[in-house]
């Protein structure tokens, strides 16, 4: 599986430590991202973690392997956190990091398309702020950004 191949080369979460002043964001933001993956039923317990990509406070993203009661949930799953709403990519929509953050941006876009046309967000990606049009000018600028600033670097 590529995917279990690629945990092989990023580091573990568990090699984080507080008392490294570069590792203190990243460990922030890997709290956040475990508690939003546990936020949803269909993750019982997060069974190991590793750092894909970091961007200081602007954004990481975390690959994580999960257990899960429900058998159509998969064995591991992407999670993109930072000064951005929180999502998971599903494995079978990326494979690496380059392509996580083009999901993402994928993602999140299609939201913005439908508050800044006052379309319905039913079957968007859920955002948990109000679909304001101030709210997805934020996100469509972080967008950009990501797309013009770190999308590359990956």
């Not at 690959?63 to 999502?87: F, T």
């Not at 083009?102 to 039913?122: Q, R």
């Not at 679909?131 to 770190?150: H, Q, V």
């Amino acid at each position: 599986n590529i995917i279990i191949e690629q945990s092989k080369s990023l580091d573990n979460i568990n090699s984080l430590s507080s008392d490294n002043t570069e590792d203190e964001a990243i460990i922030t933001l890997e709290k956040e991202a475990k508690e939003y993956l546990l936020s949803h039923n269909w993750c019982d317990e997060i069974l190991d973690g590793w750092l894909a990509v970091s961007f200081e406070d602007i954004l990481c993203i975390f690959l994580y392997h999960i257990r899960s009661s429900n058998i159509n949930v998969d064995e591991y799953v992407w999670m993109v956190v930072g000064d951005i709403p929180p999502a998971y990519i599903d494995i079978e929509s990326a494979d690496n990091a380059k392509d996580v953050l083009k999901e993402y941006v994928d993602l999140m876009s299609d939201w913005v398309s439908c508050v800044e046309n006052g379309d319905s967000i039913d079957e968007c990606y859920p955002v948990e702020v109000e679909p304001s049009k101030k709210y997805a000018k934020m996100l469509k600028d972080r967008l950009n950004f990501i797309l013009t600033e770190i999308l590359d670097q990956i």
